[in-house]
């Protein structure tokens, strides 16, 4: 009885060292998804901002080939 009591006691040792490791890693993984969605964000923003641009910039030469200017 006491040998099953010792491992059992060192199975849970073991089991509790995983489970840590194991939240750890998921939270390293959870806050890499957070930095993506930043970022992905971010690239979003800056295709708007393109685009605004390049529809309001006043110094676009016309193109030669159009005469309606």
């Not at 995983?18 to 959870?30: C, F, H, I, R």
């Not at 957070?34 to 964000?41: A, D, K, P």
């Amino acid at each position: 009885l006491a040998d099953l009591k010792e491992r059992t006691s060192y199975v849970s040792q073991q089991l509790s060292s995983v489970v840590s490791a194991a939240e750890q890693n998921l939270k390293q993984m959870l806050s890499g998804v957070e930095n993506l969605r930043v970022m992905s964000q971010v690239l979003k923003s800056i295709d708007k901002v393109t685009e605004t641009e390049e529809n309001t910039n006043p110094s676009q030469k016309p193109d030669p080939k159009n005469n309606n200017s």
